[in-house]
Each structure stands twice: as C-alpha cells, then as structure tokens.
C-alpha cells in the first residue's frame, strides 16, 4: 500500500503494481497515521481512541499501536536529526533552499501529510521537492560522464560527518517532536 485516504467515510488505499495489498511501505504509513490522527483515531500522543487498537486498511493490512510506535521513534529522529544537521551547518529554515527527499519515499510522498504527522518541520513545506530514485539517476551519469564521477568523487570528499547520537540537541529535538501536532 503506497496511498492511504478516507474517501466517503472509508478507508481507500493504492498499491503499487495495482497488485493485492500485502503490506504498507513508508508513505502510505504516512497517509494512514495523518488520517487516524484527523479522524481522531489516535491523538497526538500516539494513542489509540479505543480499546482494539488497529485501525484496518484492508482484510490483510492494518496499523497497529506497536506501528504507531515505531512510526513516531523513525519520524522524531528524522525530524530532529534536520534540526540538528541545519544548525550545525548554520543554515536557517529560512536560508535553505530546498529540502529533496529521493528514494522509493520520494515517488509516493505525499507532502501535507508528512508534514502534518511531524516528519518535517513545518517551516520548510514550501521548500520540500520530492524526487524519487536519484541513486539510480545518479548512478547513470556517472557511467556517461567522466565529469560527472569527478563532481561525485569531490562531494563525498567534501562531506563531513555528524555524530547524532552524541549530540544533546539531537535527544532536546527528538523527544521534542516525539508527539503528533503542535
């Protein structure tokens, strides 16, 4: 499941390869846990609103407490692990000019949602591009391009890397935005 709305009161979903649903892949997580949150389902503590606990896509797929759970660890750390990556970087919301998210999440994203359940920050919705494999894209203009590979091999050169986990403004951040809403 790639998509998950509320069309008439139910619960409609996509799949992808329009094939039988046997599983959710992040950005229909996204989808449904938006909606359990909108329709009241959870609240923003990640609660379920009554004592079953699933909230039911099809007959074989639904999202359980633990789910929600799980869901809420991944989207705090993302969150604040932006937060903290941008202030290290000492680039504002404001002074950034996009945010990409690629890989299999970049073709099914489904923006409002994600920012509504906390995966981003607010602050950068207008800033957000999704952009699907760029591994792949990537990958291709390395073998056509010789200049490529060099621009490549200077990036990662370039790149610095940022303990998260002995950051304290990562854990501030991450329990921070822990829960769903303001």
Same mark, same amino acid.
Request: glycine residues 10%; aromatic residues 8%.
């Given at each position: 499941?790639?998509?998950?709305?509320?069309?008439?009161?139910?619960?409609?979903?996509?799949?992808?390869?329009?094939?039988?649903?046997?599983?959710?892949?992040?950005?229909?997580?996204?989808?449904?846990?938006?909606?359990?949150?909108?329709?009241?389902? @959870?609240?923003?503590? $990640?609660?379920? =609103?009554? #004592? *079953?606990? %699933?909230?039911?896509?099809?007959?074989?797929?639904?999202?359980? /407490?633990?789910?929600?759970?799980?869901?809420?660890?991944?989207?705090?750390?993302?969150?604040?692990?932006?937060?903290?990556?941008?202030?290290?970087?000492?680039?504002?919301?404001?002074?950034?000019?996009?945010?990409?998210?690629?890989?299999?999440?970049?073709?099914?994203?489904?923006?409002?949602?994600?920012?509504?359940?906390?995966?981003?920050?607010?602050?950068?919705?207008?800033? @957000?591009?999704?952009? $699907?494999?760029? =591994?792949? #894209? *990537?990958? %291709?203009?390395?073998?056509?391009?010789?200049?490529?590979?060099? /621009?490549?091999?200077?990036?990662?050169?370039?790149?610095?890397?940022?303990?998260?986990?002995?950051?304290?403004?990562?854990?501030?951040?991450?329990?921070?935005?822990?829960?769903?809403?303001?």
């Amino acid at each position: 499941i790639d998509s998950v709305s509320l069309q008439g009161g139910s619960v409609a979903y996509t799949v992808i390869g329009g094939k039988e649903a046997t599983g959710i892949c992040g950005a229909g997580l996204i989808d449904a846990i938006a909606w359990m949150v909108r329709t009241g389902q @959870i609240d923003e503590s $990640g609660a379920f =609103a009554d #004592a *079953g606990g %699933k909230f039911r896509i099809s007959e074989r797929v639904y999202v359980s /407490q633990a789910d929600v759970r799980a869901f809420q660890l991944a989207k705090s750390a993302i969150c604040a692990g932006l937060r903290v990556l941008l202030d290290t970087a000492g680039v504002t919301f404001e002074k950034l000019e996009h945010l990409y998210v690629a890989g299999g999440l970049g073709f099914y994203l489904d923006i409002a949602n994600a920012l509504e359940v906390g995966l981003f920050p607010k602050e950068l919705a207008d800033k @957000i591009v999704v952009v $699907g494999n760029t =591994a792949l #894209a *990537g990958t %291709k203009q390395c073998l056509c391009s010789e200049s490529r590979i060099a /621009q490549a091999e200077r990036l990662a050169a370039e790149a610095e890397y940022i303990d998260l986990s002995a950051s304290p403004r990562f854990m501030e951040e991450y329990i921070e935005n822990m829960n769903f809403g303001e």
